[in-house]
T-cell receptor, first 113, second 115 residues
Framework: GENVEQHPSTLSVQEGDSAVIKCTYSDSASNYFPWYKQELGKGPQLIIDIRSNVGEKKDQRIAVTLNKTAKHFSLHITETQPEDSAVYFCAAIPNFGNEKLTFGTGTRLTIIP | KAGVTQTPRYLIKTRGQQVTLSCSPISGHRSVSWYQQTPGQGLQFLFEYFSETQRNKGNFPGRFSGRQFSNSRSEMNVSTLELGDSALYLC??????????????FGPGTRLTVL
């Protein structure tokens, strides 16, 4: 089955700076890669996703890049704000068979005012 | 459009008891997945239901079971509770089953504490 590794486990960034979280996956058949943000006391919220037919996707201050050859994908947050403080999870799933979303272990991002 | 709702939000049980958690998906969503979230193990997949049928199951003992109703609402049940079952149980809904419909939207979770 799929295995997703996520780094770093914790990240502190000065407000206004950029944050980058990286994930690697093991199954070359994986073709859908979502990122979730989980705030304290809430369920994970889908913030951006990318499919394997594109290399980059951007939504305002958030972007995701995908390198299929190296089997890794990254979340980039620019101009960070205090409300970006949360735990971020990456995930991956193949596009066939009876598969399920496999999640990374999470990154706790803290924005320092 | 209302999001995924889960009830109850908090639950305290003692070892050996059983518990039933409920999930109402987003209107129009027909697939429901359940996850267990703990600090040590992260987000672990329990099972997925679509059209009242279990399509996929994670590596959990038979004490964990679920079902889905014709209106897509789902319940999960844990019998003979153990201390290690203390966790946040999350429900996620999507338009259809994985892998064709991969966007999953999570509810706020049910925090289960086993004493």
């Amino acid at each position: 089955g799929e295995n997703v590794e996520q780094h770093p486990s914790t990240l502190s960034v000065q407000e206004g700076d950029s944050a980058v979280i990286k994930c690697t996956y093991s199954d070359s058949a994986s073709n859908y890669f979502p990122w979730y943000k989980q705030e304290l006391g809430k369920g994970p919220q889908l913030i951006i996703d990318i499919r394997s037919n594109v290399g980059e996707k951007k939504d305002q201050r958030i972007a995701v890049t995908l390198n299929k050859t190296a089997k890794h994908f990254s979340l980039h947050i620019t101009e960070t704000q205090p409300e970006d403080s949360a735990v971020y999870f990456c995930a991956a799933i193949p596009n066939f068979g009876n598969e399920k979303l496999t999640f990374g272990t999470g990154t706790r991002l803290t924005i320092i005012p | 459009k209302a999001g995924v709702t889960q009830t109850p939000r908090y639950l305290i049980k003692t070892r050996g008891q059983q518990v039933t958690l409920s999930c109402s998906p987003i209107s129009g969503h027909r697939s429901v997945s359940w996850y267990q979230q703990t600090p040590g193990q992260g987000l672990q997949f329990l099972f997925e239901y679509f059209s009242e049928t279990q399509r996929n199951k994670g590596n959990f003992p038979g004490r964990f079971s679920g079902r889905q109703f014709s209106n897509s609402r789902s319940e999960m049940n844990v019998s003979t509770l153990e201390l290690g079952d203390s966790a946040l149980y999350l429900c996620a809904s999507s338009l259809g089953p994985a892998p064709h419909y991969n966007e999953q939207f999570f509810g706020p979770g049910t925090r289960l504490t086993v004493l």
